[in-house]
């Protein structure tokens, strides 16, 4: 038996692990108490929110998806009577249906089960304590994390395994993708739309606390939570971790044909130990003597991390792996790290950043604008930094094992991108946990659970806040190396669809590429602008949908007893609308990549996945972290700092979380989404372009 | 007599004439009535003020500069006990002292126009009537256009004349723009100080109108539009203007080598014919029948355009020059006024953006600031598209005159560059006038002429700050154009340095130059945020001191007869923290590029200028558009729009003016020189990166 074939049927074992384990940790979480009705019946409106919107968004996107299957299938990887070959083009339509599916599956488990926990972690907040509660928040998100990695390893190797073909795998890969440009924008949109509307109508105009059940928006906004946060992070995830593994094997393919050496197993090695170190992370985590939450999250990622270094580095010696191309591996996951804990200054309240934006609300909100914009533009410079660092150090190392030829060095780009989201199934866990721990402070307001567990429900919300900050840093920068080495996909598939090497490189001197290049850096700017204009109108529309029902629904604004507003009339605005935004800024970036692809070439298309690159990671990182900032910076105003709850300082802050909002879980997110699909539609036209182009 | 020569001689013959007209346009100005004492009085506050910052600044940048000749004696081009020739380095000393002199030297005059022409501005708006008054402004600011193109179209005929010597020309342009980075930095900070406290204080803690007299910073605010729009601005355009042409003369000093055509003639040729066509622009400037400020200024832009392709056509007929070199002038210019057109569009009320961000203000401050963001991203496009379509489309024209070779090409991207900024007379002329009537406005307000006049500056004010949003997106554009082909003039003095072709372009796979490019586009952002928080930290210092004047300044706030604020006090905070704020920012993105090239050398420098570029159009465009959108939008609520005055949307309105402000006028025009000077050090070490790098 081969590595290959060895490391196949490991893949699918730790895989199914995965899924055992997910398994177990739901009926941990189902098994947890939940006595309170008014909870119950509150999280079932929640429930029932979510399920309806993805029920809604997948049927959107099962016909885009359709209609994609049906001109990849006449078109890909060559027209179908143009040298193409029927079967080989089915075979990517199969790659990519999978793709979308096995995404949206790990989308319904992850909603399932977070509708879920959150009941259990506000039950357990009040019966049992804060340690109790953060276990079932954080085994709830653990198993959204095991779903997505579980199935995009699982769905990664099915594919290797039957196909052993590489444009078979970017087609997957494109699959998940384009189902979480979807996921992502559409759940940015609608979990915002909820958010600001809920706050504006609810804490601004009339004064009344967050999550007050006779605001008729705040179903909506924790139903955003869940679709947002967990459905739409999950399936960026899926994504970036399924084009990472694409990417490194389609170049570990190329490779291993010129040299003779199978590197795919590697691939396989690598990512079945990331998911195997993931497992033992979730269940060491607990909280430590300090019942310090935002601890508890931080110190299994880094027990993650090691054991991830120490298994690959036994794996690597066992069957006599490239070190170098471990070491890139390494290099990738340490700097991943460092972005991670730099992202953490940036948005975390006990450092400079966030008090200075808090003092600087107290000279209004303009100045709470600047300075965390500010902020937010320098924070780009460690992570921006700290990629081109890994990127310049993997290629370094990887590219003696094949001199003169690029595709040694892009793909120890690659294995940079797969060590740095080795540990991904941490990280959706980390992230999932936010909204169900956000979600379960709901509920105990909403049902009033008592003060001490809202006491325990914030403190653990607040710890999902900070983490997410760290976590999107990584996914960002994960994303950005991927990319990178999706531009040595690209050319490689350019190269074989031409049968002899036409390229190699991409010469900003090169006016097709710097065209390229300038339109790229456009796209993530508008992108973002059209997903937050969308936030923008969708949020006038319910805003006069909530004045609408507090006008009209008599003894609603009083709290009578036996009023309750209409929950579902504001979720369907969020859905509706959230579905009907996404589509213009989902297609825009597709059909100005086949544009640019088509008027210059495969050099302008080099060029314009470059400026994509650069441009979306610092409007990603910027967006993300301004936003992050803004949060803590009124969440430590909340705590007293800077005159406290309700001073001018803390009405400036409330502002700048508003804009921080759509920054932070809306547009900056989904850029890395964008950035890949784009990366992955130019890899899969390559042909396209290389025999119809303008210039 | 060679073409060359002949167009050195015409060059400084029509440097001569702009500097006779300058000469009349100020004794025509000079010429004007001014007799109210009160306005005289306050006048010459704001001329001393402006003068004594001027004095300031220029006495840092002395020590700056010094400090920067010794520097560039000892080791540029080539260290000078290391094969440099003495003589040679002592060129490039003389050619940077004479591009900050020449610059200085521009802005000292524009100062000293503009603070007598608001005096008359303001007087003819009382005696006169709308005409006479725009006449004073417009030819104020013409003396400033003049000044600034004639001084530099001297400097740059000189230095060839004397030097025929490329890198001395990079020196000449180094000086210029290092004077421009502190000067375009340092009066942003100033002017955005004094605006935002003022208004701070004045509009929205106390109610008082703009421009009251009892505001100690309204003498500060006054002298920052001077400081910053007139001579920080001037040397912005002085820069580009300079470097444009430097770096045409670089390419085609290379070319002709080459060819055996000396291409150099045409530069000259054209940079004169441009500075002729805004001379008859200037002069044929006055108000038609409507009596529309707006519509006089945008005609003699478009007049001059016209003139100058007539002008430039005659002459490529009748001295047989290179018609595809004309082309890509041509297309410079085209793509130029295409770009003003669309910064019109989202900036201009009378257009859908402001109108959107104007109702958006209704809803809260929060919805003003994301839409205005989400507006100005979307204004990116059509802007880097144009850019990349000149680039390739002078490019390609151009490329076929020497094939093989791409400095042919980039010959043609830099031609294309010295076309749109060919009538930069009149785009300084443009820009000048604006700060100009804002000041004319101020002393009609503090020296109460009445309500006709007020009316009437007010007009003429506002057709500034459209015009303003035109000229800026012109000015951004034609750096960037320019900047592309400061990156072929790196990559020709590389080769000249290693003498022979070590470098053919940058390979975007090539993880020195991807490492570069993450690094170069972080700096802009980062550059940018280190200049807003400077205004942040400035305004706050101002604040507190126009807090303590009106605590301590008895019979103050009320108005009393005789009572007069301490301006001066203001002034100098504004002074020595706009001094002080922004040596770091200007150091940093310097030792940023110095340590680049000393770790990736010369591949990574050139990733670092193509990411520094494409981050810092991308970021410039951004901010100001958005600025100045958010600033009309308040205008337009201010008119009369969605509530007017005092509404809850004109204060969510003056919000996002406060955050536009730097963002319009510090951070956004200074990135521009920002990326020149990053280019210009990056060219005058290359044979330093060359020989002593890291990798």
């Known amino acids: 038996m081969s590595n290959l074939d060895l490391f196949l049927i490991i893949s699918i074992l730790v895989s199914a692990l995965a899924f055992c384990f997910a398994a177990w940790l739901y009926r941990w979480v189902k098994a947890q108490p939940s006595s309170n009705e008014r909870v119950e019946e509150i999280g079932s409106y ?30 890909l990887p060559a027209p179908i009577w143009k040298g193409g070959s029927i079967l080989q083009n089915l075979t990517i339509v199969i790659a990519y249906l999978c793709g979308t599916i096995f995404s949206a599956f790990a989308g319904k488990i992850g909603i399932a089960v977070a509708t879920m926990a959150n009941i259990k972690t506000a039950e357990s907040a009040r019966s049992g304590g804060i340690r109790p509660s953060f276990l079932s928040a954080f085994r709830g998100g653990a198993v959204m994390g095991m779903a997505v990695v579980g199935s995009s390893l699982l769905g990664v190797t099915l594919v290797m395994a039957i196909t052993h073909d590489s444009t078979a795998l ?32 609810g804490k601004v105009e009339l004064g009344i606390p967050e999550d007050d059940p006779r605001n008729p928006a705040v179903i909506a906004d924790n139903v955003g939570d869940n679709v947002g946060d967990v459905a739409g992070m999950g399936a960026d995830l899926f994504d970036s971790n399924v084009a990472s593994m694409a990417s490194a094997l389609v170049m570990a393919i190329a490779l291993g ?9 590697m691939v396989f090695c690598y990512a079945a130990l990331g998911l195997l170190s993931s497992i033992f992370g979730v269940m060491a985590a607990r909280m430590g003597k300090k019942d310090d939450p935002t601890m508890a999250l931080n110190m299994s990622t880094y027990l993650t991390t090691g054991i991830f270094a120490v298994l690959t580095a036994g794996a690597t010696y066992i069957f006599r792996f490239d070190w170098r191309i471990w070491g890139a591996t390494a290099i990738g996951l340490l700097v991943g790290v460092i972005i991670g804990i730099t992202s953490d200054y940036f948005t975390n309240d006990d450092k400079k950043p966030v008090r200075n934006v808090a003092k600087a609300s107290e000279s209004g909100p303009a100045f709470t ?53 080795s540990i ?39 710890a999902g806040n900070t983490v997410k900050a760290v976590t999107k840093g990584f996914a960002i920068a994960a994303a950005g190396l991927t990319i990178i080495s999706l531009l040595g996909a690209f050319m490689s598939e350019v190269n074989e669809a031409a049968g002899s090497v036409v390229l190699n490189g991409f010469d900003i001197i090169n006016p097709l590429v710097f065209f390229g290049m300038m339109v790229g850096a456009a796209i993530p700017a508008v992108f973002s602008a059209m997903l937050m204009l969308g936030v923008d109108r969708n949020a006038q529309r319910m805003v006069a949908e909530i004045h609408r ?15 309750v507003p209409e929950y579902d009339k504001c979720i369907d605005i969020a859905t509706d609308g959230a579905l009907k935004e996404l589509i213009p800024a989902g297609f825009f970036s ?37 936003g992050g900032l803004w949060d ?54 390559a042909s396209l372009f290389l025999s119809f182009s303008l210039f």
């Not at 998806?65 to 006449?74: D, N, Q, S, Y």
């Open 170 to 201: 970017l087609g997957f890969s494109f699959g998940a993708s384009s189902l979480a440009l979807f996921a992502k924008a559409g759940g940015g949109i609608f979990t915002k739309t909820a958010d600001i509307s809920a706050d504006l109508v």
């Open 46 to 75: 929640i429930r029932k929110g979510a399920k309806t919107f993805l029920r809604k968004e997948y049927l959107v996107l099962a016909k885009f998806c359709g209609a994609a299957a049906i001109l990849i299938f006449i078109f």
């Open 549 to 563: 029902q507090f006008r009209e629904i008599k003894g609603l604004k009083e709290g009578k007893p036996g009023v």
């Open 590 to 626: 597709i059909i100005v990549t086949i544009a640019v692809g088509f008027i210059g070439g495969v050099n302008a298309i080099g060029g314009y996945l470059a400026g994509n690159i650069v441009s979306g990671l610092l409007l990603a990182l910027f967006m993300s972290n301004s």
């Open 424 to 462: 991904v199934g941490m990280i959706i866990s980390n992230d999932a946990y936010g909204p169900i721990a956000d979600n379960a402070r709901g509920l105990v307001e909403m049902g009033d659970l008592g003060d001490e567990a809202l006491k325990i429900t914030d403190s653990l919300d607040s």
């Open 257 to 265: 044909n010129k040299m003779g050496v199978d590197y795919s197993a």
């Open 632 to 685: 803590n910076a009124k969440k430590y105003i909340e705590a007293g700092g800077n005159g406290g709850k309700g001073s001018d300082a803390h009405k400036s802050a409330v502002i700048g979380d508003t804009v921080g909002d759509p920054f932070k879980d809306t547009a900056g997110p989904s850029i890395n989404t964008q950035i890949t699909v784009v990366s992955l539609v130019a890899s899969l036209m």
């Open 369 to 421: 604008i600047l300075s965390g914009i500010s902020y937010g533009f320098l924070s780009v410079l460690p992570s921006m930094v700290g990629i081109g660092i890994s990127a310049m150090i993997s290629y370094n190392l990887c590219a003696s094992i094949s001199p003169e030829d690029p595709i040694a060095g892009m793909f120890g780009i690659s294995m940079a991108a797969v060590g740095m989201l």
